[in-house]
């Protein structure tokens, strides 16, 4: 399950963005829910993820191991 990565949010999803540390685009989905799952088949690393719902836009660093 190291490859799943869920997103959950009080406000419904509009956009989930994925990035590597050198700003390649990794994934890009609009879910519109609350909850989003998606598998990702990515190596080890650092990634950034933008989640924007209707009233802001977060970014999170994960780490995949």
């Known amino acids: 399950t190291g490859n799943i990565l869920t997103v959950k949010s009080a406000m419904p999803i509009e956009k989930v963005e994925v990035y590597s540390t ?13 909850e989003f ?4 088949a990515i190596p080890q690393g650092t ?3 933008k989640v924007t719902t209707i009233d ?10």
């Open 37 to 40: 799952t998606a598998e990702l």
């Open 22 to 34: 050198q700003a390649t685009k990794l994934l890009d989905k609009s879910p519109r829910g609350t």
């Open 47 to 49: 990634y950034l993820v």
């Open 56 to 65: 802001r836009e977060e970014i999170h660093k994960i780490i995949k191991r």
